[in-house]
């Protein structure tokens, strides 16, 4: 089985350093032939969230690709996507603590991870969502921004008990804590949920260093200006998080069907 009979979505991504930090620890990967882009963004010291969040972008894509046929007839069912997607990230989880545990310079460094997978039953498409962290995913549909998973995050965990209030949780000085991530335990637990697709739906995968300078509702106004080019969005954002500061390591990936976007033809990338 394989994960989609043709590449009817197509995605492009884009990573910048931002103007404040010294590295660049986020990463992605575009794999339109697939069906497949994963976004991670690193956590460590030196270089370990930028090792940690390259394992993610690369391992990811490859393990699924490794377990699936070449069908195209035949693809795969958003339930045992979900379970293989869910596999391919508690493998990298496992790579990254074995890279890890070898190299005093990058221990305890891990990543966030979000990633889109695309298959469809006899009525539509369908988008399996699965991350673990802060990274997030967010669609646009009839010109309305949505967010499509939630933070693992000490913030929102205090949310959720009423604890803070969204005003407080914007400047609280743990704010950046993240709950789950890929190298952190030995079992990474990703959250992982399957959409039902519309043709002109836009997907939106980001690092906090989109959310950090832009709000939702600055996110869905950019979104819906470029919607008609993919590539032009991505670069877009970038220059838009950095004009207003560039705190963070900023990358983007949209996704949108093929037929309603403008995107050149191109192999895959990461970032």
Known sequence: MTLSSS???RGAGLTDI?????MNQDAFSVTNEHQLWVLADGMGGHAGGEVAAKIAVDTIPEYIANHVKS???DPLPAP???KLLVEAMEWANTLIRKQASQNL???GMGTTVVAVAMTRDADQYQAVIAHAGDSRAYVLR?????????DHSLMEEQLDRKLITPDQAKTHPLRHVVTRG???EPQALPTVKTYSLEPSDLLLLCSDGLTKMLSDAEIETLMKREASNLEQMTHTFVKTANRLGGEDNTTVVVIGAASDTTLRDSPPTSG
């Open 71 to 73: 069908n195209p007839s």
């Open 7 to 9: 590449p009817s979505w």
């Open 18 to 22: 931002g103007r404040v930090r010294k």
């Open 105 to 107: 310079e990058i221990k």
């Open 142 to 150: 009839d010109q309305t921004l949505s967010l499509w998973t939630k």
């Open 182 to 184: 890929l190298g952190i």
């Open 80 to 82: 045992a996507l979900e």
